[in-house]
């Protein structure tokens, strides 16, 4: 009798169905996860992880694809996560993107996922950094997180990774001189796409004064404004290069201070949701707090009357029983 | 000496400055609310809520402002909160417009604020539920929670309403399709404005024989299609009118049921927000992480190992210190 490789045997091989199973588990919560990650975590931290962001039609996916192509050109592997927080209102086009371009390929060293959730964004964006850390645990070298859209909702999922690149394209027009302090605040790398059309030189001016102007005299890094046409896969190595001048400019002792917050952050996302669960989908809080609001409570005295109760039941649930 | 009449009186006599400033105590989650809102609560649900999503460049803020106005007309007052999730990435655009649309009235029965956030969305919808609970405690008729954008987040947003309006218009083209799915599943009323433009008859049919399909048989409420020009003025009556039907649908009894369970959401916003605060902001458990993500655990293991200390902690403090 032939025995079956456990999912472990066949992570630990490479299998990409395994990474995709364990994946599966972190979209859904699933209690197997946390299982699993105790196996993964020795060998999470080797990838560089990259975050795209930025307004619809800049081109995010048509540079990342070219980012990849590149990464494969250096024979390193690529794991491409695009997640998007909007799905159930845009019906999944990031998705129906992804599903194309993975038809594309046929190279083993691209994994390809989409992530879209109906959930609430913390437990997406938790999702996210579990499929990363998989991801990079699976031997991945480089992990490009994508979002659609640049919401508070987007900007959660980026932030995980290491380097954060906006990429805006001119003629998004009237928007860019509102959106320049809250992009400023998130971006390590600016990327001007489609640096073909009119328009794109003096958005690269002022992007660049901008960024300049707000980091000046402060020791902080200053995000780098990169042209590219990634339709014509021109600049992609530069947008590589300021990749790589980000990271260099951490440092691995920058590098190693700056995980460990984006950690504590998942750490926090993680203890949230499983607290949320375990009071209101399990502790059966929801129906006492009908019955206080029936009975006339207002909002925040509910609150208040439901608070010791939790605290007992926390108190008397074991860590384990909230996986 | 003449005495200052105290916030309560202000708020109470109709004093919009008064209102103002609860909803800021809201905003920035200052203890001073929930201290206000038992005066409050027995006064919140005289006003019909109302909540308006779509698309960027839909024509939402100009439908809002006619709305506004064919309530005026009847001489009903109305509050507009027009909220803002992505507001960093788009420099609060939307802010921009309620401004300008607030210098324009001076109609002392209307009352507008934004609200815009840099914090969780959580947060942000528990303060946008808050604020309207706020101007229906104030005794504004008719409450407009307008949101730009059609992500998670703005959704969560509108669904704190009774009844919520999707505004599309014809020629945002290929994403129609898709979305449709979403859009059914949060739509009461689904409005097609710039009905004037080419495309919209086809738009109109298409939603209308998708929502039907989908409703169909079930007894459910199908979210009738209302063609509108806001920029002319025209189909705003009939809007209303569909909003009255919806509300007849629900009847008295519905209407108390439903919001009832959107009670219980805000509720569970509250909570969450507060014990996230207490545990991570006030409880030094952010250190805590820090030093065994050092000693090298992993995510789920720090969450585990965190967990008996935070119910113990959550035991020991009153719900009073939770505010």
Request: charged residues 25%; glycine residues 10%; neutral net charge.
């Amino acid at each position: 009798m032939s025995q079956q490789p456990s999912l472990s045997e066949r992570f630990a091989r490479g299998d990409k169905g395994a990474l995709a199973r364990v994946i599966s588990w972190a979209e859904n919560n699933d209690p197997r996860f946390p299982a699993f990650f105790s196996q993964l975590w020795s060998k999470v931290g080797r990838a560089r992880r990259i975050g795209v962001t930025g307004p619809p039609g800049a081109g995010k996916s048509t540079l990342v694809n070219e980012l990849a192509r590149a990464v494969r050109a250096q024979s390193r592997t690529v794991g491409i996560l695009a997640v998007d927080p909007s799905s159930p209102f845009t019906g999944g086009a990031l998705l129906g993107d992804r599903i194309r371009m993975e038809e594309r390929t046929a190279d083993s060293g691209v994994y390809i996922r989409s992530m879209a959730s109906r959930k609430s964004h913390g437990g997406l964006s938790r999702a996210a950094v579990d499929a990363c850390d998989a991801m990079d645990g699976f031997g991945l070298d480089e992990i490009v997180l994508e979002t659609v859209g640049v919401g508070q909702a987007e900007y959660d999922v980026v932030s995980a990774a290491d380097t954060v690149l906006v990429v805006l394209c001119p003629g998004a027009g009237d928007g860019i001189q509102a959106m320049k302090a809250g992009i400023l605040e998130v971006a390590d790398v600016l990327v001007v796409n489609k640096a073909e059309l009119p328009g794109a030189d003096r958005l690269i001016v002022d992007l660049s004064e901008a960024a300049h102007i707000r980091t000046a005299g402060r020791g902080k890094w200053t995000p780098p404004v990169v042209p590219a046409s990634a339709g014509r896969g021109e600049g992609i190595d530069e947008v590589l290069a300021a990749v790589a001048a980000h990271r260099a400019h951490l440092g691995e002792a920058g590098l190693a201070v700056a995980r460990r917050e984006k950690r504590v952050a998942q750490v926090r996302r993680v203890f949230d949701e499983r607290l949320s669960e375990l009071l209101w989908e399990r502790g059966g809080w929801t129906e006492r707090a009908r019955g206080l609001l029936d009975a006339g409570a207002s909002t925040y005295d509910v609150v208040a009357q439901l608070h010791a109760g939790m605290a007992a039941q926390l108190a008397a649930t074991s860590p384990r029983s909230t996986t």
